[in-house]
């Protein structure tokens, strides 16, 4: 051994060092990134409706215009700076409708891809008031320098498709905008760097003439409210903050038709993602370009999906041994995550299993559909509540969620609209939609709405839970005690809010 | 003797200058809770309430996102504690026996996790999750076709961050370091914006890359974004120090490895701090640094934590205990057959004169093609040892070209190895 005489200065300067600084030496390896999350290519909602702005209310049959919305980028603290929040360049942005009710959505998609242009990689806008660039008046061009980075998009419209190995093959190919780049509308930053956010968002609805289609990208605020806190504390939801309902409540989270009634104030739970933005695409088109023949007739079926690029992956390097293959010659893209109805991920889908469904084909829904039947998360509602849920196979479910109708074959999990309904006008939407009442309990219900397509501000938490608890749920009014979020509906496309900004941004419910 | 020690407590001057340049503060400043502090506290909160096994594999994910943060392998073993609490809850719970190959990796126990992922793979072989598992496990013991069969099934299940980094690695050892960029960029493009210390271990390694290639400019930029966006990120200040003193900045350079010492010591920033002590005319701290590189290897050894071939390395480079360094690698290499533990174990012997063996090693270390300088500099060396100087002049050469800053002292040793053989050298050009 090399133990030479500095042995016991170096043992001496261990042992003080020992004592300084509570040893615990890295030792390093690659470790690469694993439990990972992919909120540019995470679809948190797709919403699917007639157009409620007061031009679509007069229009009917094939004039009628539909709009299909996704969104991404989940859970965006509005004053993240300094790089905000934007889609991905890579990442393939889907709707696909299916028009002949096979089940198989491929029969209208609309691909949406994005480019990004960076002026100063640094930073996302320049300084203002001194600096040497003026306040954003414009989201593109001239009264934009002041965005470091501008993110435009493409939109593809295609007909009958069938997949294929290599993609989907598709008979008929349109590009919305001849071709041409639209400009998404940028995170919302603060009233000195952009004064009139709402010019700016407004010009970020863009109509392409030749199809009659209207498309925006950028971001809004988050409508869907829900008190997740409490529901993933084992659905330990706020009826302590509540009155006292004799019998009732506590501990249950009943509520009571006055309350459940009122679309304007939260009787007893907290929105998790009040004051959260995200970002949205959103496509408008007259039904006739999304039904089969034209004629604006449905029902249709609709998921929205992004996919990612693979990558080529080598054993070995031929040029150190040639025989070594290419494991993957392909660039193709794949599905990461899909989206139709709400809260099918969250919910119904086991945790295990989660990637694959996201991954899969909705019309090959047909192996998870004992995931359906059995709907643990019924189960965990009674064991909860101590109100029983119905019992035996969901077939309700199965069928509400992946049939058209009884006669149905097929397994598909889509969002399924009837255009031929009509918009409900702004004013009169009920967030409960089919199980709407008034304040005395007498039904009311307004059918344009979930599970007839869905509009940014059907409370779907609510519906789910009482459509998966059955009578004793829809009678007692079970619920999270959130179904609205401050900043109401949205009467004109696209449809949901403008963002909170970075520098005045809240996070409070209506009526805390 | 500690006085002599320095690097305890002082910020980098040249990475403060930098950042101040930057006009940004770091969007992880230090002292604040990190995202992994936010999540540690947050699912401790969740085991007092309900300590049920999906909470405790939360834990364990927590505390390896901890463990990444800091370089703290403390956290690994804590990570590992809260796995076998899940697994005592339920034996069978899927989402503890995967991460237990994660946890194991972490703690370099590579053929355990190797076995790990390939029971949670069998358990659920369509969750892409087990292929980045069998991925590394596959790559840090050399199984490199398996790595890539693991790798081309976790890009088929699911692209994204996790498949682009590993396909980033594979293509790094097989000599691609260009498309290792590329799979790079698309991992950055695709990392969560609300987790820093992700994206900064992202443009370390695309620091890492343009480096090996020789790109100071890039290299450069990539570190001082990564210690922008997370600070005193300890993977990125060696890093930065590395090419600061490639590029004659000695003085910044001694700031950033002081630094970087402070934040996560190991023994290869004790050398290479060492080294610039020495190049500045500092005789004693050289030495004080070198003995803590030695005595991180005792501490690490009593801790039974093993450094292997960093240590070796170490070692190795800076000719002391030599014996202890040939162990060292040796007992790696009896488990790892990746080309880095190689190339440890062929200095290792070099320099413990046992050439023939060294040969052997070193062209175990170069058969991937990976493009590594210091794997030409120590063949090189070895083949000039073993009087071939043409190989010799060939693989000198081949380093100074890939990256002439590769290290400070091995490229100098490069060029008077390379000048000493000019004669023979140009024979047997005339000759070939």
Redesign the interface.
């Known amino acids: ?2 133990r030479r005489s ?1 042995g016991r ?2 043992a ?3 042992l ?3 004592l ?2 509570a ?19 995470d679809i948190t909602d797709v919403y699917f409706f007639a157009s409620y702005d007061q031009a679509n209310l007069g229009r009917t049959g094939a004039d009628r215009r539909v709009t299909m919305i996704m969104n991404a ?1 989940p ?1 965006q ?1 509005p004053g ?1 700076g ?4 934007a889609f ?4 393939l942005y889907e709707f696909h409708v299916d028009n002949n009710q096979d089940g198989d959505a491929e029969d209208v998609r609309y691909q949406v891809r994005f480019q990004t242009e960076l002026r100063s990689p ?2 996302f806008v320049a300084t203002l008031g001194g600096g040497p660039l003026p306040p954003v008046s414009h989201i593109d061009g001239a009264g934009s320098e002041g965005l470091s980075r501008v993110q435009r998009y493409t939109v593809t419209e295609l007909r009958n498709c069938r997949d294929s190995k290599r993609g989907p093959k598709c008979q008929d190919r349109v590009q919305l905008f001849g071709g041409q780049l639209q400009p998404t509308v940028p995170s919302n930053i603060g009233s000195r760097t952009m004064p009139r956010y709402d010019l700016l968002a407004a010009e970020g609805t863009r109509t392409d003439p030749a199809t009659g289609c209207r498309t925006f990208a950028g971001q809004r605020a988050e409508t869907f409210a829900i008190d997740l806190g409490a529901v993933f ?2 659905v330990n939801l706020r009826v302590e903050r509540a009155t006292v309902i004799p019998g009732a409540r506590p501990p249950l989270p009943v509520q009571t038709a006055a309350e459940d009634a009122n679309d304007f104030v939260n009787p007893f739970g907290t929105n998790n993602f009040s004051g959260f933005n995200i970002n949205t695409i959103a496509i408008e088109c007259p039904v006739a370009r999304l039904t089969s023949d034209g004629s604006g007739k449905g029902p249709l079926g609709l998921y929205a999906s992004t996919a ?10 031929p ?2 041994n040639s025989r ?1 293959p290419l ?2 010659g392909t660039k193709d ?2 599905q ?1 995550s899909r989206m139709a109805n709400p809260l099918v991920n969250e919910l119904i889908i086991p ?2 299993k989660k ?2 469904w996201n ?1 899969t084909d909705p019309a090959d829904e047909a192996q998870f559909v004992p995931f359906y039947k059995g709907l643990a998360v019924a189960q965990a509602l009674q064991a909860v509540s101590n109100v029983p849920v119905p019992t035996g196979d969901r077939d309700d479910i199965v069928r509400a969620l992946l049939k058209y109708s009884d006669a149905d074959p097929s397994f598909s999990e889509l969002l399924r609209l009837d255009p031929t309904t009509a918009p409900t006008p702004p004013s009169s939407i009920k967030r409960l939609t089919v199980l709407a009442h008034d304040a005395a309990g007498n039904s009311t219900p307004d059918g344009a709405g979930f599970p007839n397509g869905r509009r940014p501000n059907d409370d779907v938490t609510d519906i789910v839970v009482r459509l998966a608890g059955g009578p004793n749920f829809i009678a007692n009014y079970v619920g999270d005690g959130v179904g609205v979020n401050e900043k109401g509906i949205t009467p004109d496309f696209p449809f949901l809010p403008l963002p909170y900004d970075g520098r005045d941004r809240r996070h409070v419910d209506p009526g805390e | ?2 006085r002599t ?1 320095a690097f ?1 407590s002082k910020p980098g001057r040249a990475l403060a200058l930098s950042l101040a340049l ?3 503060r770091p ?1 992880h400043a230090a002292g604040a809770p990190s995202a992994a502090d936010r999540a540690i506290a947050g699912v401790e909160v969740r085991v007092e ?2 300590p049920a096994p ?1 909470v405790f594999v939360d834990l364990a ?1 927590a505390f ?2 901890k463990a ?1 943060e800091t ?4 956290y690994y073993a804590r990570a590992g504690v809260a796995l076998d609490r899940a697994l005592a809850i339920d034996p069978t719970h ?2 503890a026996r995967r991460a237990r190959a ?1 946890v194991l ?2 703690r ?1 126990e590579f053929t355990a996790a190797l076995r790990a992922a390939r029971a949670a793979r069998a358990a ?1 072989p ?4 087990n292929y ?2 069998l991925a ?1 496990a596959c ?2 013991l050399g199984r ?2 398996d790595a ?2 693991a ?2 099934r976790l ?13 980033a ?3 790094a050892l ?3 370091r260009v498309g290792a960029i ?2 790079l960029e ?2 950055l ?2 990392v ?4 820093p210390e ?1 994206r900064a ?2 443009l370390t ?1 695309l620091g890492h890359e343009h480096w090996a290639l020789g790109d100071l400019a890039r290299a450069r930029a990539r570190y001082e974004e990564a210690l922008r966006t997370f600070s005193d990120y ?2 990125a200040l060696p890093g930065l120090a590395r090419v600061l003193a490639a590029g004659g900045a000695t003085t910044a350079a001694i700031a950033v490895y002081e630094r970087a010492l402070a934040v ?5 920033v004790a050398g290479a701090l060492g080294d610039l002590y020495a190049r500045a005319g500092d005789p004693d701290r050289a030495r ?1 640094t070198y ?2 590189g ?3 290897g ?3 050894t009593a ?1 039974g ?4 071939r ?1 240590l070796a390395l170490f070692l190795a480079d800076h000719d ?5 360094a040939l162990r060292l690698a040796a007992r790696d290499a009896a488990v790892r057959r990746d080309v880095y533990t190689d190339d440890a174990l062929a200095w290792s012997l070099y320099k413990s004169g046992h050439r023939a063996e060294a040969k052997r090693a070193i062209t175990r270390a170069l ?3 990976t493009e590594e300088a210091s794997f030409r500099f120590h063949s090189g060396m070895i083949a000039a040892a073993l009087g071939r100087p043409r190989t010799a002049a060939r693989q000198l050469r081949a380093a100074l070209a890939l990256n002439p800053y590769f290290a400070a002292g091995d490229a100098t040793t490069a060029r008077a190895t390379l000048g000493a053989l000019a004669a023979p050298d140009r024979l047997a050009g005339r000759a070939s």
């Open positions: 051994m090399h500095t200065g170096i001496a300067t261990s003080a060092l020992a300084a600084t040893p615990a030496f890295a030792a390093s390896h690659r470790e690469a990134p694993l439990m990972t999350l992919d909120p540019a290519a980028v859970g603290e993240s300094p790089n905000y929040f991905d360049d890579n990442v640094d930073q504390d084992t990612r690029q693979m990558l080529t992956v080598r054993t070995g390097n040029a150190v070594k494991l993957k893209f794949r990461v945790i295990g990637d694959l991954a | 003797m500690i020690i305890v930057a006009g940004l969007v309430h309900a999906d994910a390896m996102r990444r370089g703290d392998p403390d899927y989402g994660w990796l972490g370099h659920e369509r969750d892409w999750w980045g598992n590394d790559v840090e490199y076709d890539a069969r790798t081309a890009i088929e299940l699911r692209p994204g961050l996790a498949a682009y980094t590993r396909v690695a594979l293509r097989t000599g691609d590329e799979a698309l991992a493009a695709a969560d914006p609300a987790d992700e271990w992202i390694y300890h993977l996560a010591p190991t023994p290869g004080a003995a803590f030695v005595y991180m005792r501490v690490a801790r934590q093993t450094l292997g960093e002391r205990d030599l014996e202890t058969h991937l093609g």
